[in-house]
């Protein structure tokens, strides 16, 4: 699967932003689509991901540090995930990748294949 990400920018504190991972491919329903954010100077981390479990829903997870506060979707019918960002500040400045993989349930960089280019976003204080 080929991913492209976008909807970053520049915005501040408490502010909402949506990112958007177009995916090319049909078996993009089947694969877990993660976010994952890299801010200068720092290593990779997960955001959240989204998957489908053994009894055809969907499994979301996040990171506590955005837990309550960003919400990942999958539209399947756009090949498309959602990450809906909000009451955003400034430790969430990062270039944000979405991320593919054909495991369920991982959180983990290595476990995802393929990957989009990033989106940068910017929270200003």
């Known amino acids: 699967v080929q991913l492209q990400a976008s909807g970053g920018g520049l915005v501040q504190a408490g502010g909402s932003l949506r990112l958007s991972c177009v995916a090319s491919?049909?078996?993009?329903?089947?694969?877990?689509i993660g976010w994952f954010r890299q801010a200068p100077g720092k290593d990779r981390e997960f955001v959240a991901a989204?998957?489908?479990?053994?009894?055809?829903?969907?499994?979301?997870d996040y990171d506590d540090s955005v837990k309550d506060r960003f919400t990942i979707s999958r539209d399947s019918a756009k090949n498309t995930v959602y990450l809906q960002m909000n009451s955003l500040i400034p430790e969430d400045t990062a270039v944000y990748y979405c991320a593919g993989s054909v495991l369920s349930g991982v959180s983990s960089s290595n476990q995802f294949a393929s990957w989009g280019q990033g989106t940068l976003v910017t929270v200003s204080s």
């Open positions: 491919g049909r078996t993009f329903s089947s694969y877990t």
């Open positions: 989204v998957s489908f479990n053994m009894f055809g829903g969907e499994n979301t």
